[in-house]
């Protein structure tokens, strides 16, 4: 069954805690993303990669960091430093540059508590 | 800088009523113009997309329609069902760009009544 898997689907996060989200792919998709979802706020790029081993900054990367040591994933790690981090976190993938439809996991729901 | 502006913010239609979700993009680049739908609590999932090289297509009940000299392009739901209720982004992607990634609008909340 292909797909995006995220992990988890909720997470609680304690002030000045760092924690990971996970993303895994089983599509063979070159690129990988991961987006912040507020309401009222749309979709906001955090970082992206485009290969194995390189990422770019995306609009709000401040606060957070990434690994694309794999093709299949692409942890995000939401750190200490990122001062509102409660939200929707969405990993997505296409297939490479350019190449049209991007395909969405199912989230993770990140609460500061 | 917003470079896809969608509005309404939300969107309120009866049953059968004809749904209408506007963006505007200021990059004469962007050559992809994709629709998401995204249901509560759920990722989102390509509707519907166009190319500059037409001016509508049209999906079902799901017609893109695009206007390359005003930089815009919008969503319409003929028969709109309570199913349709969502929230809708449109999108916009320069494909030939050296760092490809795709700009969101903020979307759209749309509920259809029964």
């Known amino acids: 069954d292909g797909g995006i898997t995220q992990s988890p689907k909720y997470l609680f996060r304690k002030e000045g805690q760092n924690v990971t989200l996970s993303c895994e792919q089983n599509l063979n998709h070159d690129a990988m993303y991961w987006y912040r979802q507020d309401p009222g706020q749309g979709l906001r790029l955090i970082y992206y990669s485009q290969i194995v081993n390189d990422f770019q900054k995306g609009d709000i990367a401040e606060g957070y960091s990434v690994s694309r040591e794999k093709k299949e994933s692409f942890p995000l790690t939401v750190t200490s430093a990122q001062k509102n981090p409660t939200a929707f976190y969405l990993c997505?993938?296409?297939?490479?540059?350019?190449?049209?439809?991007?395909?969405f996991g199912q989230g993770t729901r990140l609460t500061v508590v | 800088q917003q470079q896809v502006k969608q509005s309404p913010q939300s969107l309120i239609v009866q049953k059968g009523g004809i749904s209408i979700i506007n963006c505007a993009y200021e990059n004469t680049a962007f050559d992809y113009f994709p629709w998401y739908q995204q249901f509560p609590g759920k990722g989102p999932a390509l509707l519907i997309a166009i190319r500059p090289d037409v001016s509508e297509k049209k999906e079902g009940r799901f017609t893109i329609s695009f206007n390359k000299s005003a930089k815009q392009f919008s969503l319409h739901i003929m028969d709109s069902q309570p199913g349709d209720s969502a929230t809708y982004f449109c999108?916009?992607?320069?494909?030939?760009?050296?760092?490809?990634?795709?700009?969101f609008g903020k979307g759209t909340l749309l509920t259809v009544n029964p």
């Open positions: 997505a993938t296409t297939p490479g540059a350019g190449a049209g439809e991007a395909f």
């Open positions: 999108a916009a992607e320069n494909s030939g760009g050296s760092n490809y990634k795709l700009t």
